[in-house]
Antibody, heavy 120, light 107 residues
Framework: QVHLVQSGAEMKKPGASVKVSCKAS????????ISWVRQAPGQGLEWMGW????????NYAENFQGRITLTTETSTTTAYMELRSLTFDDTAVYYC?????????????WGQGTTVTVSS | DIQMTQSPSSLSASVGDRVTITCRAS??????LNWYQQKPGRAPKSLIY???NLQSGVPSRFSGSASGTDFTLTISSLQPEDFATYYC?????????FGQGTKVEIK
């Protein structure tokens, strides 16, 4: 069974960085990508970017360019999302999701979410 | 960026009702349109991909269709577990973008 399990909740101060992990299991990790999506309190879903677990190629949403780094570690089948220079507006639940192939291009399996709170 | 406009933003319905949610793309996205269901405090769940394909394990009362830049999610007979927020999402171009969501509430 395919699972994505994310790291626990984080509380950070403005200006700090956060790194969220996403451990994949139940499938061939390098055959898929990992997307990251966030959801601010009471708001909708916002796509942040994705990474190919096979090539390491990334594509970031312009809103996050320069502040985000997506990486994968194939030996542990884990994906990471690092977000720097945090502001109060970065308070949100962050999700990883498996990105399917180019013929279907959807996010078919999701992690449980990681709450990141930015507070002084 | 491609804008996705969902309607309605919320609706009230009864168990057994037929429910239709629409999503309009600001430009052609072929069939690169996906639907997700989200319940409070939970991660989104994939329902339909490529406009009309049901994800494995999703009940057949859910269906999707497309006409040009207009897409529709239909629940043929609403069940108690279907009360949730539904999002459309395009994967034709990056950045992938979502509709604002449709909250389906109990009447």
């Amino acid at each position: 069974q395919v699972h994505l399990v994310q790291s626990g909740a984080e509380m950070k101060k403005p200006g700090a960085s956060v790194k969220v992990s996403c451990k994949a299991s139940g499938y061939d990790f390098t055959n898929f990508g990992i997307s990251w999506v966030r959801q601010a309190p009471g708001q909708g879903l916002e796509w942040m970017g994705w990474i190919s677990a096979y090539t390491g190629i990334t594509n970031y949403a312009e809103n996050f360019q320069g502040r985000i780094t997506l990486t994968t570690e194939t030996s542990t089948t884990t994906a990471y999302m690092e977000l720097r220079s945090l502001t109060f507006d970065d308070t949100a639940v962050y999700y990883c999701a498996r990105r399917t192939s180019v013929t279907t291009l959807c996010m078919d399996v999701w992690g449980q979410g990681t709450t990141v709170t930015v507070s002084s | 960026d491609i804008q996705m406009t969902q309607s309605p933003s919320s609706l009230s319905a009864s168990v057994g009702d037929r429910v239709t949610i629409t999503c309009r793309a600001s430009q052609s996205i072929s069939n690169f349109l996906n639907w997700y269901q989200q319940k409070p405090g939970r991660a989104p769940k994939s329902l339909i991909y490529s406009a009309s394909n049901l994800q494995s394990g999703v009940p057949s009362r859910f269906s999707g269709s497309a006409s040009g830049t207009d897409f529709t999610l239909t629940i043929s007979s609403l069940q108690p577990e279907d009360f949730a927020t539904y999002y459309c999402q395009q994967s034709f171009n990056t950045p992938w973008t979502f509709g604002q969501g449709t909250k389906v509430e109990i009447k």
